[in-house]
């Protein structure tokens, strides 16, 4: 930002904007947010990404009146991906078209409680040496590697479980911000074999107790409908503290 917030159409306010916005509670800052966001929205007024990262905000801050005009401006077709909360939905519906969504629960580790590690297997902390094989299980999981980053799995947090040296189960980080002492977790990922033997259960734990040293607040993000895994988070000593509507959507003709 300070070397050059215009780079990438504003692309550095975006990315501050977006950071304060989606920060886990207490660090979440959504009057900073709105600095970035308006501040990019002086300098590239038509910009889609911004537009919608700006409106999504408003919302958030019940201020649909004023995101209202900014979605009628974004002339975006498709794959628009927004958060919002529950009762803001309505006004996000009038302008998109959402084929899928989801409501997600958003859960922080609150809790200390007396694990039992049912799986057989301890987690181990992965590598890079790794990356590889959390390639690899990702694509026999999710059916391709599109939606794996190799950048988040290089700087992040992971543990995994191995079988007769092959990676079955991890769990790791998806964001996480030192200097703000706040993790989520994500990429929880079993192959479908090994699935209700506890494994996915002790990768999240190990991880969990692994962050607990470094950072104060940590989060993590479960579809709403998945009590398998919300039971999972919860035996590892997470509690849920909102629940909001995620999904892409497309616009609708005017």
């Not at 543990?159 to 996480?176: D, F, P, W």
């Amino acid at each position: 930002y300070e070397l050059d917030k215009m780079y990438d159409i504003g692309g550095p306010m975006l990315a501050i904007g977006r950071f304060w916005h989606k920060l886990p509670f207490p660090f979440r800052n959504k009057k900073r947010a709105e600095k970035y966001f308006k501040e990019h929205h002086k300098y590239f007024p038509d910009d889609p990404e911004g537009l919608v990262y700006y409106a999504e905000l408003l919302i958030d801050r019940r201020k649909k009146s004023e995101a209202k005009p900014l979605l009628e401006k974004a002339k975006i077709h498709k794959d628009i991906f927004i958060e919002c909360p529950l009762d803001c939905v309505g006004i996000v519906k009038k302008i998109y078209y959402f084929p899928a969504t989801r409501i997600m629960a958003r859960m922080l580790l609150a809790r200390n409680i007396p694990f039992k590690n049912s799986s057989g297997y301890t987690p181990r902390l992965l590598s890079q040496d790794d990356l590889k094989q959390a390639f690899e299980l990702y694509e026999t999981v999710a059916g391709d590697s599109g939606g794996f980053d190799a950048m988040q799995f290089i700087r992040g947090i992971y543990y995994g479980i191995e079988i007769n040296g092959r990676l079955v189960s991890m769990a790791g980080t998806q964001t996480i911000s030192p200097k703000y002492k706040t993790a989520t977790i994500g990429n929880v990922i079993t192959e479908e074999k090994y699935r209700g033997k506890g494994f996915a259960m002790a990768c999240t734990y190990y991880l969990s107790q692994h962050l607990k040293k470094q950072y104060k607040y940590i989060a993590i993000n479960v579809n709403r409908g998945n009590k398998s895994a919300i039971h999972i988070y919860r035996r590892c000593g997470f509690v849920k503290k909102l629940e909001y509507f995620e999904g892409e959507g497309i616009r609708k003709e005017s």
